[in-house]
């Protein structure tokens, strides 16, 4: 249904390359309010590769609406991944939402959600699987 449109969606504009330094900002504050991890990943990864010239447009100051997500972005540019990574993280946590996705799918779980979302499904299933082999 809608989720399934979602999914496309977000594929769709990460795949033809739709994000520009002109609307970044935009995309990542629809992705981070929708739960739309593929597209807030790449949207991401775009800011941080052209942070300079994104700060100089004005668009950037609606960043201000998710201080969260603003903290986020300025720990990217500033440290890179290695500052995010919590050492009691699961290797999980360290997989692209594309990769995270395609697990999920091969075990028949929920692909929808933000990346931590993904993760928590994965871990979970994760338990449920040892808690069965025990």
């Known amino acids: 249904g809608v989720v399934n449109l979602k999914l496309a969606v977000e594929h769709i504009i990460v795949g033809m390359g739709l ?67 919590d050492s009691n993280e699961s290797d999980y946590g360290t997989l692209s939402v594309s990769a995270l996705r395609r697990k999920l799918n091969h075990k028949g779980l929920e692909l929808d959600g933000s990346k931590k979302l993904l993760v928590a499904r994965l871990e979970e299933s994760r338990s449920k699987k040892t808690t069965e082999t025990a």
């Open 19 to 85: 994000i520009s330094v002109h609307n970044v900002v935009n995309f990542l504050l629809f992705a981070d309010a929708h739960n739309c991890a593929l597209l807030r990943e790449t949207a991401m990864a775009y800011f941080v590769a052209r942070a300079k010239d994104i700060f100089k447009l004005k668009t950037s100051s609606k960043l201000s609406q998710s201080a969260e997500l603003m903290h986020e972005i300025m720990t990217s540019v500033l440290y890179g991944d290695s500052e995010k990574k």
